[in-house]
């Protein structure tokens, strides 16, 4: 699984005060604003287009899953 070094700057910005996530499997603790901002940037800085059916939770749970999201999308990083 590869997560953009990007996403990690994102995701650890957007998470302040909690602590930085590295573990794959640890919940991100999203909200919903958070989770709107998170899309926003896949499509905006990464060119990553979410289908509407893939706007489920459960793709964005943890870092495994967005890994699989991004895997599944052809995305290869590194």
């Known amino acids: 699984m ?11 910005e957007v998470r ?3 602590p930085l996530v590295r573990d794959p ?3 991100l603790h999203l909200d919903s604003l958070t989770m709107l901002r ?3 940037f896949l499509e905006s800085d990464l060119d990553i ?9 459960d793709n964005f749970v943890n870092l495994r899953a ?11 990083i590194g």
Request: negative net charge; proline residues 8%; without cysteine.
């Open 66 to 76: 967005i890994g699989n999201l991004l895997e599944g999308k052809g995305v290869r």
């Open 38 to 40: 998170l899309i926003a």
């Open 16 to 18: 302040q005060p909690l």
């Open 25 to 27: 499997d640890e919940p």
């Open 49 to 57: 287009v979410i289908d509407y059916n893939q706007l489920v939770i």
């Open 2 to 12: 590869d997560i953009p070094d990007k996403l990690f700057e994102f995701l650890d």
